[in-house]
């Protein structure tokens, strides 16, 4: 049964019209990015599974740190050059009354993204961050200072969580 076109001049029905239009659109993307978001947890998935392990990174995150690190992840020789590239490497900031450190401003911006999300998500819902930051706040240290620190140790938990999955992948490259 073919619907009939409804009359566009009448303002009801145009808007009834639009709308019923917009919906289907809606429910569209809506499937299309479910879609996506499955074959981009099945790749992350594929390519690091411990990282998808690690508290706070989602198959989104996992896939943006993943696409830093690149095809080449040897040329991380340590977790401080993986820190660096992430812009979580800690810099001198000091002035002549207050000792203190800010993150480097230069690296990957959207790495760097990642793992400010990741601190976030772990603020809200993991127990031993908010220990943590109750602990630092205690201690007199800003939040942003807090945020620092612990980007920086979240960089070292994913630098080893990817030098775990580059290193079981060679060794299967080498058992073939």
Same mark, same amino acid.
Not at 80 to 103: E, N, Q, Y
């Given at each position: 049964? +073919?619907?009939?076109?409804?009359?566009?001049?009448?303002?009801?029905?145009?808007?009834?019209?639009?709308?019923?239009?917009?919906?289907?659109? %809606?429910?569209?993307?809506?499937?299309?990015? $479910?879609? %996506?978001?499955?074959?981009?947890?099945?790749?992350?998935?594929?390519?690091?599974?411990?990282?998808?392990?690690?508290?706070?990174?989602?198959?989104?995150?996992?896939?943006?740190?993943?696409?830093?690190?690149?095809?080449?992840?040897?040329?991380?020789?340590?977790?401080?050059? &993986?820190?660096?590239?992430?812009?979580?490497?800690?810099?001198?900031? $000091? $002035?002549?009354?207050?000792?203190?450190?800010?993150?480097?401003?230069?690296?990957?911006?959207?790495?760097?993204?990642?793992? %400010?999300?990741?601190?976030?998500?772990?603020?809200?819902?993991?127990?031993?961050?908010?220990?943590?930051?109750?602990?630092?706040?205690?201690?007199?240290?800003? @939040? @942003?200072? !807090? !945020?620092?620190?612990?980007?920086?140790? !979240?960089?070292?938990? +994913? &630098?080893?969580?990817?030098?775990?999955?580059? +290193?079981? @992948?060679?060794?299967?490259?080498?058992?073939?």
């Amino acid at each position: 049964m +073919i619907r009939q076109t409804p009359d566009l001049a009448d303002p009801t029905a145009a808007a009834k019209f639009t709308l019923r239009r917009l919906a289907r659109r %809606y429910q569209d993307l809506g499937r299309e990015i $479910s879609e %996506y978001d499955a074959e981009l947890t099945a790749l992350a998935a594929q390519a690091a599974p411990m990282l998808l392990a690690v508290n706070g990174v989602g198959p989104e995150t996992a896939a943006r740190l993943l696409a830093a690190v690149g095809d080449n992840p040897e040329r991380l020789r340590s977790e401080a050059a &993986f820190a660096h590239l992430c812009g979580a490497a800690p810099l001198p900031a $000091s $002035s002549g009354r207050r000792d203190r450190h800010r993150l480097n401003r230069g690296g990957n911006r959207s790495t760097n993204a990642a793992l %400010y999300r990741i601190v976030v998500v772990r603020m809200q819902h993991d127990r031993r961050t908010r220990e943590y930051v109750a602990r630092c706040t205690a201690q007199g240290l800003q @939040k @942003k200072d !807090i !945020i620092c620190c612990l980007k920086r140790y !979240i960089a070292r938990e +994913i &630098f080893r969580a990817l030098t775990c999955a580059n +290193i079981a @992948k060679a060794d299967l490259a080498q058992a073939a």
